[in-house]
């Protein structure tokens, strides 16, 4: 027997049944969905952000205006070396926050990002984002981009500046950045999580294809 998660329009639902197995359908994971209007240059006032996360999104960049030196940092502008640096002590130090060691604590998760980031890097499909507060990283965003879809992935942020609202802010900005390029479609992948929802995602289900191999059969 063998399963896999896959999107509802994914060209392996219309492959044949193997020989001498059955197969299943049924709804699996939750991936909530921000659809984006390609050209809108403001996330604060796009009409698919409800307007309560428009208006805090205003408010974390006004907070940053008073902060000399802030800034967002771009994909082409740190090392893959140094964004997964960055990444790995945001996302830790948040996580240990909880009591939690967050995926990144895997030196296995690691090595295969600092393998596989200069690639994606390289063509075109990765997005990193970084805010710098007066010289530190406040928040680190990672993500996505290929065939007209961005993935919001994974991110971290230092609890220091929590004030400033780092996640917040990062992810206007990938929002921004995804439609300048046209997408229509944020994928903010697998999990219900409160903060998909308040940017306005809607529930999008992966769908678990199952094939059973009929006994008997060698």
């Known amino acids: 027997m063998g399963d896999g998660r896959v999107l509802p329009d994914a060209a392996s639902l219309r492959l044949p049944c193997p020989d001498h197995c059955s197969e299943a359908?049924?709804?699996a994971d939750t991936c909530p969905v921000l659809h984006l209007s390609p050209g809108c240059a403001d996330a604060a006032t796009h009409p698919a952000i409800p307007a309560r996360q428009r208006r805090k999104l205003r408010m974390a960049r006004h907070r940053l205006s008073r902060s000399p030196g802030a800034a967002v940092v771009a994909t082409r502008e740190r090392t893959p070396r140094q964004w997964l640096d960055?990444?790995?002590e945001t996302h830790t130090t948040r996580w240990e926050g909880r009591g939690l060691?967050?995926?990144l604590a895997d030196p296995r998760t690691r090595a295969f990002h600092g393998d596989a980031l200069a690639g994606l890097v390289e063509r075109g499909i990765a997005r990193l984002f970084a805010l710098r507060i007066g010289g530190g990283i406040a928040?680190?965003?990672?993500?996505?981009?290929h065939c007209g879809r961005a993935y919001g992935y994974l991110g971290g942020f230092d609890p220091r500046?929590?004030?400033?609202s780092p996640g917040t802010v990062l992810l206007g900005h990938a929002i921004e950045d995804a439609m300048r390029e046209g997408v229509r479609e944020l994928h903010l992948l697998r999990g219900g999580e409160a903060y998909k929802y308040a940017w306005g995602a809607v529930d999008r289900h992966t769908l678990k294809l199952t094939f059973v191999r009929h006994t008997g059969h060698g």
């Not at 500046?161 to 400033?164: H, L, Q, R």
Request: a negative charge; aromatic letters at 30%; zero cysteines.
């Open 25 to 27: 359908v049924e709804d």
């Open 101 to 103: 060691p967050g995926v």
């Open 139 to 145: 928040g680190v965003y990672y993500g996505f981009s």
């Open 86 to 88: 960055a990444l790995v």
């Open 161 to 164: 500046f929590a004030y400033y």
